[in-house]
């Protein structure tokens, strides 16, 4: 009966160093193994909370100087910049100069002192802005150049400069002009109303034209004036244009549409026909010029996008997410002609 029981003990005891064998066996098991990851994935998963728990990060933060309300074109810039940075839930915080340069300085320092995430500009004048953008950059702070271009020594003080080629535009109107006039007798004598004096687009559009038609001998220049972009000023100028020089004004070339519809009432009240007497072009392509394309007193409108709130709110999210901008953005723009107005009059949303 002992010699029983021990061979039992005996018998027990192997059953029990062969199952701990096989479990200390199993830590090497490749089934095992992917049975304990999936255990602890689903920890993982089940500890994980969900979005919902925390509360949003801070929205972005833009702080954006306008130089001003000068035109329908610069409302509906303005008008696009809120609506984007709206849609994009950003924060804007938005200074209108009222075309003063020294405002847009007081603005940006506002902005600096408030720690914005990034601050953007859309410059009253073209130079000038070397130590307030060297403020900014030594604040950490990025900016954006949006609409009208600037010259600075050191282009790092931006990141990039969203908007027209400004240059180009003028470029477009002078080879309109060399079309629209190939067949006419020389001398075509021609006025140009510039917007606001030191302004981008006043220097580059200028340039544009001028050395688009250069060398062709037959077009001579009468008078050009600056004329603030505003229509009022428009009118002015242009009144001043026909009282001395009458007849002799073959083409008007118009830095924006809202001076281009002040010199219509001005010619108009000399008694001659805008779009036949005096060929007309301009830059911007609002709904009020394109009005006057169909009616036939503007005979050719560059296109100068002012809807430039989703590409700028777009470049803000990337630089807060680390990524490099390029250098230079440019949006996409048409050439109008009477004939093209009546199917796009209706397009226009400024």
Known sequence: MKRRLGWYIFGLAIVILLTASGCLAGDNNPSNEQAIEAEWQSQDNAEEPSAEVYPPARPLVLGFSQLGSESDWREANTTSIKEAAEEAGIELLFENAEQSQEKQFEAIRSFIEKRVDVIAVAPVVHSGW???LKEAKQAGIPVIITDRSIDIDDPSLYVTHIGADLYEEGVKAGKYLLD?????QAPIGFVELRGTEGSSPSIQRGKGFQNTITGHDEYKLLDSEAADFTMEKGKQVMKGFLQEHGSEIRVLFAHND?????????????????GKD?????????RKAFEKLVLGQIN?????NPLLGPNVMQAVQELAAGRTLPKRIVSSESVFTEQM???????RKY
């Open 278 to 286: 005096i060929v007309i072009i301009s830059v911007d392509g609002t």
């Open 300 to 304: 050719c409108v560059v296109e100068c």
């Open 341 to 347: 107005a009546e199917k796009e009059v209706g397009n």
């Open 130 to 132: 070397d130590e307030i």
């Open 180 to 184: 629209k006039m190939r067949d006419q």
């Open 258 to 274: 809202d001076m281009a519809l002040g010199a219509i009432e001005a010619i108009e009240e000399y008694g001659l026909r805008p």
